[in-house]
């Protein structure tokens, strides 16, 4: 007999294409992916992934066993919502998902919500991938998108501006007159290849240019402070920093949109009401921050946002 345990160990191989990476997910030791796996196939008297040297690919019971036990986790996540969603308390404990961009600014904000909703608990869950909330991996999320997912609900805050940035020293060396193909440049790598700004460097910028990669746009604003080139940046971020240089207005072709959003079963869940709401009036405070709204070029801002 097959429990829940072994199905989703089974759907973990699957997504993950390892054993290693499997028990990262379920959060286990990998000995014991390994140990439930060789006890299913012996179980069952079948293979259920081929082990190559390079991964695990499922056999054919293998990806049988994968859809039975996608089709459980889906069921799972409903009844777990529909549960959810019956609680119309303001307490408990709230998965919230943003970006390290972004949850320093919801954080400053922490001591008056502690103050308004004391029994609810806050766990950030900071990446910048999208978590799945339709399988309950978080219960909010706060990201930039341009096309958020469907499944999803909740509230545009605000647009987010984005801009040119480079150092004073890098500028002392390179005027910010210079073509654009000319200067040494930072970019997202593959990974944030859902930014307009990863689009617009690889339709702009000589691929020879590109000096700095990086998977986060934090990592992004290091090298730019440290002079390596320029970069495009979120005007919250590079406004912030009073050692960089705005090259001009923000770029319209380079703007994304800051969302609120959650699973539409869990809406009206107390707990996750009360955060999207405290939040939604938290970030829209800072509109103009996000916006770049009556801010100098040439770097700092009028609006205190440095």
Known sequence: MLDWDDLRTVLAITRAG???????TLGVHPSTVFRRLNAMERTLGVQLFRRLPDGYVPTTAGEEAGTVAERMEAEIAVLGRRLSGQDLRPSGTVRVTTTDTLVGLLQSDLPAFRREYPEIELRFLVTNRFFDLTRHDADVAVRPSIAP????????????????????????????????????????????????????????????????????????????????????????????????????????????????????????????????????????????????????????????AR
């Open 149 to 304: 997912p469907e499944t999803l609900v909740g509230r545009r805050v605000a647009t987010v501006a984005t801009a040119l940035y480079a150092s004073q020293r890098y500028l002392d060396e390179k005027p910010a007159e210079m073509d654009l193909a000319e200067h040494d440049w930072i970019a997202p790598d593959e990974s944030l290849g859902q930014l307009p700004s990863t689009r617009w460097l690889a339709a702009t910028v000589p691929a020879e240019r590109i000096h700095i990669r990086a998977n986060t746009l934090m990592a992004a604003l290091e090298g730019t402070k440290a002079g390596v080139g320029v970069c495009p940046l979120p005007v919250f971020l590079g406004d912030a920093e009073r050692g960089l240089r705005r090259l001009g207005a923000p770029l319209p072709e380079l703007a994304s949109e800051l969302w609120l959003l959650t699973h539409p079963d869990l809406r009206f869940v107390g707990r996750v009401k009360a955060v999207m709401d405290f939040a939604a009036e938290a970030l829209r405070r800072r509109r103009a921050l996000f916006e770049g709204v009556g801010t100098d070029p040439a770097g700092g801002s009028e609006n205190g």
């Open 18 to 24: 390892t054993a290693a990476r499997a028990a990262e």
